[in-house]
Every structure is written in structure tokens, then in C-alpha cells.
């Protein structure tokens, strides 16, 4: 059996430090006061689109089911409303003239601003004047700039005729005109809304790395080359976005036809938007106001859905 060895007398004892409890529960404090405070600054956006959004939302859906006058108690009538508005002869031409004029929204306005941002990005000098220049018709508000178009489409006065009469060119009816009415709508829009999106590309351009075109430069590829090859796939994500956010907006459409022509000429520029508005407040017929607003929520919302799935599918297999 052995011994235990004895402590020498000068031998100190080993000193153990004593480790201070940890502050966890100070910074669980500090975390939830945190949170709090965040989800403190949250409520006020939740309340405003609980009130303004949400809730105006679930009242038309409501309202679409009812025959409604304001001052007069709601009556549950069913699909009566859908059908109605079914039937009604206008409603072909909104929805035929909403479908067209996205289409040549797209057509028109998805192209001209992915352009104009590939020619600021490549300017050397004056960018901040030309990127003002651009985004200058978005500060101005809707109404004002649907009127100043309203007189430049002017028949006998107007800055187009004049300017055609002056280069001895054959003058248009432009909004007047049934054939040419759509058309000068969607040249109205585009003008007035594409600052906005120029500028969303050109931050998408000017992210995309310097090395990617210097490399396509030494493979020998011409502009059109590395726009194809480089830009396009660099700006893919938000080219894919701001497509799905156009077609959104330009269904909803109702400024322009509103201000510049009235629906008209027979019927040429009624959109869905604008019927919404004639049953509401010509009519006094929000129940049919609300039916065709639900109908118009349903396919915009199954259409953002496929859209996001294709799009999503088509990432995952690229």
C-alpha cells in the first residue's frame, strides 16, 4: 500500500479561477427588448395595410356576393353579380382591351428601358444628367402627365399633328382613332413609367463584375455577344421580376384611358379597371364593381403563382 505523497509546507496550493455566471439571462433581456422594439416599429405598417389593404380586400369579396347601396342595408344575392357582369357587352372589350394593351406593354415598354439602361451604363460623361432626364416623368404626377399627352395627341392642335405637318408626313387621329387609340395609350404609359425601371437595371448592371466582359472581350465576342451572353443572364432575376410586376400594372391600367379618352372612341380603350370604375360610380353598382374586381384579383393571382412557379423551375434547372 502506498503512501500518499505529503504537500511540502512551501508548496502552494493550486488556486482554481472562479468563472463568473454566465450573462444569459441579461442577454435574453436585451434580445427580447430587441424584438420587441422591431416588431413595435412593424405594427404601424401591419395596421396601415390591415386598414387600407387587407381589409378593403376582404370587403369587395364580401360586397361581390351582395346587392349593395351605400345607405341601404346589404342583400345576399349569390353569383347573381358575376353573372350579370358575364354578360354584360362591354365586358369582352375591357378584358380583350386590358389583354392587348399588356401585350403591347410588353412588347413596347419592357424593351425600350432595358435599352436605355445598357446606353447610360456605357456613358462616360453626364450620367447624372441623363439619369434625371429619364426619371423625370415619374415625378410627375399621373394626372398631369395624361393631360399634357392628351393635348400632344390633339387632332387640329396638337404637337404631333403640328410636327408631321411640318415634315410634310400624313397626320394620325392618335387617340382618337380606333385603330390608334390603344397604341397611344401604351406609348403614354411606357413615357410616364419607365424611369422607375431604368434604374432598376442599371444597378443590375453595374453589379454585374467588370472580369465577365473582359473575358468575353479576349473570346473574341462583339457587343451583341456579351449582352447575350454576359448581361442577360447577370440580370436574369430581375428582368424575370420586373416582367411579372409590369403585367401586373398594365392590367390594372385605368389612368390613361380615364384622362386621355374617356373608353372611348366606341368602347376602343375600356379596360377592366375602367368598367370597375363605371359600375362603381356611374352605375351605383358596387356589387358588380366588386365581382369583376374579384375576377380580376383571381387571374392576376393564378397567373403570379404559375409565373413564379415556370420561373423558379426554370432556375433550379439551369
Not at 347601396?69 to 358575364?86: I, L, Y
Not at 396638337?158 to 415634315?167: D, H, K, S
Request: net charge positive.
Amino acid at each position: 500500500m502506498t503512501k500518499t505523497a505529503e504537500r511540502h509546507p512551501l508548496q502552494k496550493a493550486a488556486v482554481h479561477p472562479v468563472q463568473a455566471p454566465s450573462p444569459s439571462g441579461g442577454r435574453g433581456r436585451r434580445r427580447l427588448a430587441d424584438q420587441a422594439r422591431a416588431y413595435a416599429f412593424l405594427l404601424g405598417g401591419l395596421v396601415c395595410f390591415a386598414l387600407f389593404s387587407w381589409y378593403p380586400a376582404i370587403r369587395a369579396v364580401v360586397i361581390a356576393f351582395q346587392k349593395y347601396t351605400p345607405g341601404s342595408p346589404p342583400e345576399w344575392v349569390g353569383a347573381a353579380n358575376f353573372t350579370r357582369v358575364w354578360h354584360d357587352p362591354e365586358f369582352t372589350a375591357a378584358w380583350r382591351n386590358t389583354l392587348t394593351f399588356t401585350v403591347l406593354a410588353l412588347l413596347l415598354g419592357f424593351a425600350v428601358p432595358f435599352v436605355l439602361a445598357l446606353v447610360l451604363n456605357e456613358l462616360r460623361h453626364w450620367k447624372a444628367f441623363f439619369r434625371v432626364v429619364v426619371y423625370l416623368p415619374v415625378m410627375i404626377p399621373p394626372v398631369v402627365s395624361a393631360l399634357l399627352w392628351k393635348w400632344f395627341y390633339d387632332p387640329g392642335a396638337g404637337l404631333a399633328n403640328e410636327t408631321l405637318r411640318l415634315l410634310h408626313l400624313p397626320t394620325s387621329n392618335w387617340s382618337n382613332g380606333t385603330d390608334t387609340a390603344l397604341v397611344s395609350l401604351v406609348i403614354v404609359a411606357t413615357w410616364a413609367n419607365m424611369g422607375g425601371t431604368v434604374l432598376i437595371y442599371l444597378a443590375a448592371l453595374q453589379a454585374i463584375p467588370g472580369e465577365l466582359y473582359e473575358a468575353a472581350e479576349l473570346d473574341g465576342a462583339n457587343l451583341l455577344l456579351r449582352i447575350r451572353h454576359v448581361t442577360v443572364p447577370q440580370t436574369r432575376f430581375v428582368i424575370l421580376m420586373l416582367m411579372l410586376l409590369q403585367i401586373i400594372a398594365t392590367m390594372q391600367v385605368f389612368t390613361e384611358p380615364f384622362v386621355i379618352t374617356g373608353g372611348g372612341p366606341e368602347n376602343a380603350t375600356v379596360t377592366v379597371l375602367y368598367l370597375i370604375y363605371k359600375y362603381a360610380f356611374l352605375y351605383n353598382d358596387f356589387g358588380g364593381a366588386c365581382a369583376l374586381s374579384v375576377m380580376l384579383l383571381a387571374l392576376l393571382g393564378a397567373f403570379s403563382a404559375v409565373y413564379l412557379r415556370l420561373t423558379r423551375s426554370g432556375e433550379e434547372d439551369v
